[in-house]
C-alpha cells in the first residue's frame, strides 16, 4: 500500500499574502515608472518644438534669398506649423479665442488672435510654468537680429519646466545609471 501525499491547496492566510506582495510590487512599479510619462511628454514636445523651429528657420532662409527681407518679416505672427511638412497628429488646428481649460491635455493648437502655437501640458504633476491657469507652453516666432540682418526663430516667453525626477527606477532609465551624486533640478528650458 504506497501512500501519495495529501495535495492541498492555498490556505486563506497564504492566499492573502501572495495578493499583499503582488499589490506592494504593483504600487512600486508604478511609483517608480510614473515618472516616465512626463519625460516622454517633454521629449515629444521638445522634439516637435526643434522640427518647427528648424523648418521655420530653413523657409525663412530660402525666401530670403529667394524674396528679401520683407518676405522674411512677413512670416513673424504665422503659425510655425504651416512649414512642417506634416504636423504633429495631436495639432488641433486653429482655435481662435480658446479657452485653454477647454483644449485637451496633450494637444497644439494655433491662436491666431494672440499668434500662439501653445502646448497643453497632459501630465503637469511634472511640469511648471509661471503662467496662470491650465498648465500650458506658448510659443511664438519672434525676430533674432537687427533690421538689417535678423533670422527668425520658435521662442516660449513664459519660463517653464519638466521634472524628470521622481524615482530611482526612472533616473536609471533616463541616465543609463543610478545617480550617485543626489537628485538633479528639473530640466530647465531655455526660453531665450
Same mark, same amino acid.
Given at each position: @500500500? #504506497? /501512500?501519495?501525499?495529501?495535495?492541498?491547496?492555498?490556505?486563506?492566510? *497564504?492566499?492573502?499574502? $501572495?495578493?499583499?506582495?503582488?499589490?506592494?510590487?504593483?504600487?512600486?512599479?508604478?511609483?517608480?515608472?510614473?515618472?516616465?510619462?512626463?519625460?516622454?511628454?517633454? $521629449?515629444?514636445? +521638445?522634439?516637435?518644438?526643434?522640427?518647427?523651429?528648424?523648418?521655420?528657420?530653413?523657409?525663412?532662409?530660402?525666401?530670403?534669398?529667394?524674396?528679401?527681407?520683407?518676405?522674411?518679416?512677413? @512670416? *513673424?505672427?504665422?503659425?510655425?506649423? +504651416?512649414?512642417?511638412?506634416?504636423?504633429?497628429?495631436?495639432?488641433?488646428?486653429?482655435?481662435?479665442?480658446?479657452?485653454?481649460?477647454?483644449?485637451?491635455?496633450?494637444?497644439?493648437?494655433?491662436?491666431?488672435?494672440?499668434?500662439?502655437?501653445?502646448?497643453? $501640458?497632459?501630465? =503637469?504633476?511634472?511640469?511648471? =510654468?509661471?503662467?496662470?491657469?491650465?498648465? /500650458?507652453?506658448?510659443?511664438?516666432? *519672434?525676430?533674432?537680429?537687427?533690421?538689417?540682418?535678423?533670422?527668425? /526663430?520658435?521662442?516660449?516667453? &513664459?519660463?517653464?519646466?519638466? &521634472?524628470? +525626477?521622481?524615482?530611482?527606477?526612472? /533616473?536609471?532609465?533616463?541616465?543609463?545609471?543610478?545617480?550617485? #551624486?543626489?537628485?538633479?533640478?528639473?530640466?530647465? @528650458?531655455?526660453?531665450?
Amino acid at each position: @500500500m #504506497s /501512500r501519495h501525499p495529501h495535495n492541498r491547496g492555498f490556505t486563506l492566510l *497564504e492566499f492573502l499574502l $501572495v495578493i499583499t506582495l503582488v499589490g506592494i510590487f504593483f504600487v512600486v512599479a508604478i511609483e517608480n515608472l510614473l515618472p516616465l510619462t512626463g519625460e516622454a511628454e517633454r $521629449v515629444s514636445v +521638445e522634439r516637435n518644438r526643434v522640427a518647427m523651429d528648424s523648418n521655420l528657420r530653413t523657409a525663412a532662409a530660402e525666401r530670403l534669398l529667394r524674396d528679401g527681407r520683407e518676405a522674411v518679416k512677413a @512670416m *513673424e505672427g504665422r503659425n510655425p506649423v +504651416e512649414w512642417l511638412q506634416r504636423p504633429p497628429t495631436n495639432y488641433l488646428g486653429e482655435k481662435p479665442g480658446a479657452n485653454p481649460a477647454n483644449v485637451p491635455p496633450g494637444h497644439w493648437y494655433w491662436d491666431p488672435e494672440g499668434q500662439w502655437l501653445i502646448y497643453t $501640458v497632459r501630465h =503637469s504633476r511634472y511640469f511648471h =510654468s509661471e503662467l496662470d491657469g491650465p498648465p /500650458r507652453i506658448r510659443f511664438q516666432v *519672434e525676430r533674432e537680429g537687427g533690421e538689417q540682418f535678423f533670422a527668425l /526663430r520658435l521662442v516660449s516667453p &513664459d519660463a517653464y519646466h519638466w &521634472d524628470s +525626477e521622481g524615482s530611482e527606477l526612472a /533616473r536609471w532609465i533616463l541616465r543609463g545609471r543610478p545617480d550617485e #551624486s543626489g537628485p538633479q533640478n528639473a530640466h530647465e @528650458m531655455d526660453t531665450r
